[in-house]
């Protein structure tokens, strides 16, 4: 059963530059959410993608953008990146849509440094 | 509104028990708890949600008191396995639906 899966496992990239992480879920499941996690903290909501769509969005300026494919993988999208874009950017899968009781499952992430 | 963990950290010797609180200002639909170890993903432990239902994937007990917005975990008879950062994540009313709100973690080093 293969769970989910991120690349690149790590990206070094320049102020003002653009990145794309990528995302596949959890065999089974249809629902993919972002999150930021900075050294320290837990993890950060940035949205969530469930039907092709953007269900639901956290507090994140419009630079942060994502996608879902039909076949339910994901790619966030970073543009003009800020040295406070640096964290662990983790994606998680799950089955169903929104909703207050469905288990997530997390991938190993992306660590993203900024210079 | 993040939710509040406690303690911050703690230091068990193999065999011992801990509790880990988890509380939110706000009414809760539900609480997630995941384990984290260094450089790797968090891992799912437990959902608990309104009405008393529970689900989960490891001999890990925990109880939700949505009176008080109050949730917590026990660990009991800890292993090594055990050691780890743990957070609580919340879904509450005020939120979109399934939009889990995380605390700063409680940091649980397990000794031989």
């Known amino acids: 059963d293969a769970g989910v899966t991120q690349s690149p496992t790590h990206l070094i990239k320049t102020r003002g530059q653009q990145v794309t992480l990528r995302c596949s879920p959890k065999?089974?499941?249809?629902?993919v959410s972002w999150y930021q996690q900075a050294l320290g903290q837990g993890p950060q909501f940035i949205f969530q993608?469930?039907?092709?769509?953007?269900?639901q969005r956290g507090n994140f300026p419009d630079r942060f953008s994502g996608h879902q494919f039909p076949n339910y993988s994901s790619e966030l999208n970073v543009n003009a990146l800020l040295l406070g874009d640096s964290a662990l950017y983790l994606c998680?899968?799950?089955?169903?849509?929104?909703?207050?009781?469905?288990?997530?499952?997390f991938g190993p992430g992306t660590r993203l440094t900024v210079t | 509104q993040q939710p509040v963990q406690s303690p911050q950290a703690v230091i068990l010797r193999e065999g011992e028990d801990a509790v880990i609180n988890c509380s939110s200002s706000?009414?809760?639909?539900?609480v997630h708890w995941y384990r984290q170890k260094h450089g790797e993903a968090p891992v799912f432990l437990m959902i608990?949600?309104?009405?008393?239902e529970q689900k989960g994937h490891e001999k890990i007990s925990a109880s939700f008191n949505e009176k008080k917005q109050q949730s917590s975990l026990y660990l009991t008879a800890s292993q090594l396995s055990y050691s780890g950062t743990y957070f609580c994540?919340?879904?509450?009313?005020?939120?979109?639906?399934?939009?889990?709100?995380f605390g700063k973690g409680t940091k649980l080093s397990v000794k031989p």
């Open positions: 998680a899968s799950s089955l169903g849509g929104p909703g207050p009781g469905y288990e997530q499952y």
């Open positions: 065999s089974g499941h249809d629902t």
């Open positions: 993608y469930y039907e092709e769509e953007e269900r």
């Open positions: 706000k009414a809760l639909y539900s």
């Open positions: 608990l949600l309104k009405g008393g």
């Open positions: 994540g919340t879904v509450d009313y005020g939120g979109s639906q399934g939009n889990l709100i």
